[in-house]
């Protein structure tokens, strides 16, 4: 089964309206990274959070990483038309002897 | 400058057919992946492989082959192909070693269908 689960699965906001995906795995993850993929596109790589606890911003974007290692979130603040896409958390266990991808948020942003 | 690039861009094949998908990095990354997305678009990693290890993932049936004639080259042999392998294939490369999994630059990926 799927052991990096995303929620929700799909969100739907209004432009300017906040965004927020959580990212949780059965399993400690060494770093957590996040990842969009635009409609019909690749997966882009956004950041890195390797420490426990670890908050990172972009812009308009707040990235945090648990204090077990096991969960993260991703905060998009007023978001845009530009934010539409899915977004993956992904990471490797802590031995690094697998890699996971989330399930994936799928965002649409109604203008 | 395209940085990861994979050919074709789509691939429409009949069952039992054996094919294979080329992906080329420019960045001079030392570690190259293959992935599978699903319809549902699941991401999984199939192998991780630099020119010193190949780690695959146990769930890949062996239908499935990396192969690198070089370091800028990591190539899909499919054998067999079975419905079941329709999906679309990305291929990424990263400079972090085999087996440390950090930032990686993923190709525009290979729609396949298999009829």
Redesign the interface.
């Known amino acids: 089964g ?1 052991q990096v689960m995303q929620i929700p699965q799909y969100q739907h906001v209004q432009e300017g309206e906040d965004f927020t995906t959580y990212c949780n795995s059965s399993t400690t993850l ?2 957590i ?1 996040w990842y969009k ?1 635009r409609p019909g ?5 956004l950041i ?1 959070l390797v420490k426990s606890g670890e908050v990172k911003k972009q812009k308009r974007l707040t990235f945090q990483f648990g204090e077990a290692k096991k969960n993260s979130s991703l905060h998009i603040t007023a978001t845009q038309t530009t934010d539409v896409g ?1 977004y ?1 958390c ?3 266990s802590y031995n ?6 989330g ?2 948020t ?1 965002l649409n942003v109604k203008p | 400058d395209t940085a990861v690039s994979q050919t074709p861009k789509y691939l429409v094949t009949q069952m039992g057919n054996d094919k294979s998908i080329k992906c080329e990095q420019n960045l001079g990354h030392d570690t190259m992946y293959w ?1 599978k997305q699903d319809s549902k ?5 199939m192998f ?1 492989y630099n020119n010193k290890e190949l780690i695959i ?1 146990e769930t890949v049936p062996n239908r499935f082959s990396p192969k690198s004639p070089d370091k800028a080259h990591l190539n899909l042999h499919i054998n067999s192909l079975e419905l079941g392998d329709s999906a679309v294939y ?1 291929c ?1 490369s990263s400079p972090a070693a085999s ?11 290979t729609r396949l269908t298999v009829l």
Not at chain 1, 41 to 45: A, L, N
Not at chain 1, 96 to 101: E, I, L, R, T
Not at chain 2, 99 to 109: A, M
């Open positions: 799927q060494s770093n990274q993929q596109g690749h997966p882009v790589f890195q899915t993956f992904a990471g490797p690094f002897n697998k890699f996971y991808f399930s994936g799928k | 992935y678009k699941f991401l999984k990693i991780s993932n990305f990424a087996g440390t999994y950090n930032e990686q630059f993923f190709g525009p990926g």
